[in-house]
């Protein structure tokens, strides 16, 4: 069956060193975790990038790191994702800076820890409007660009999560599926845009998130090693997934030769959901 339109036709593209170049990426919380491994990644495969996040100190210094990895542009925004009004202003500055976005990593998430009768509405709203709205708004405010250009790739970092309950995280994993759900939504509307929208779903990855779960499983009395323990215990492979593992697989989604998949769950999980 022929590709939905030649500017995304996998024909057209002989491997090459930086596969991206000239595209546009904007990475949410490009400024640490797994966030800041994407990008590093998508900068090695030649994009220009946008890295958005609240704290703009690391997002400087993330930026000073990246530009010792190649010749990429790389802009700066300080957005907030639980503001709608933060995410338009930003996405706006983006454009202006470095033109249309046409990859777009909705990587920021939060992830409160909660037994279900303690969870906050206020919390469970939060975690909504940063793990989903902001996906759906951010993606909403690219896709004109996108499909301007004839190329657009969204990758949602859903979570293991997103495919499987666990205990203690109702809003997160609530989230999550919402996420995954979007997503499949999204690939089906624009398929012919050419446009791919897909989902990764990290099982726990050694970042801040699964830094801080470990110090909640300690205040119980476990011991670090018994609390990494109780963490890894779900990945079959028995240990945490490293960013640049994730990173990988949202680099892979991101080329033109993977035009063709849309619409998918990616675990990078070590196994743990098949
Ligand atoms: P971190 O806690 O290390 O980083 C979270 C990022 O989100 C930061 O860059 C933070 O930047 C940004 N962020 C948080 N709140 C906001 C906000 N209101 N507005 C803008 N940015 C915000 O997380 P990870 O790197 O571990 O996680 C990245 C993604 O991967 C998340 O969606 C998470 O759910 C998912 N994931 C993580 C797993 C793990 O075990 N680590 C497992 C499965 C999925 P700043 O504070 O500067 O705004």
Known sequence: MEPANQADSPKQHAPQAQPLAGQHALVTGGNRG??????????????????????????????????????????????????????????KAARDDLGPITILINNAGVAPSAPLGKLELKSWKETFAINVQAAFLLSQAVLPGMQDKGFGRIVNIASTAGLRGYPFVAGYVASKHALVGLTRAMALELAKAPITVNAVCP????????????????????????????????????????????????????????????????????????
């Open 34 to 91: 797994i966030g800041a491994a994407i990008a590093e990644e998508l900068v090695r495969l030649g994009v220009n990038l946008t890295l958005a996040a609240r704290d703009r100190e690391s997002l400087n210094r993330r930026r000073e790191r990246l530009s010792q990895i190649g010749p990429s542009a790389i802009s700066t925004q300080v957005m907030d994702l639980t503001d709608p009004e933060s995410i338009a202003q930003s996405h």
């Open 203 to 274: 099982g726990y990855t050694e970042t801040e998130i699964a830094l801080n779960a470990i110090a909640n499983i300690q205040k119980s009395g476990k011991t670090e090693a018994e609390a990494r323990a109780i963490l890894t215990r779900s990945n079959p492979q028995g240990r945490l997934v490293q960013p640049e593992e994730v990173a990988a697989t949202v680099a892979w989604l991101c080329l033109p030769s993977s035009c063709a998949v849309t619409g998918q769950s990616v675990a990078v999980a070590g196994g743990e959901v098949m």
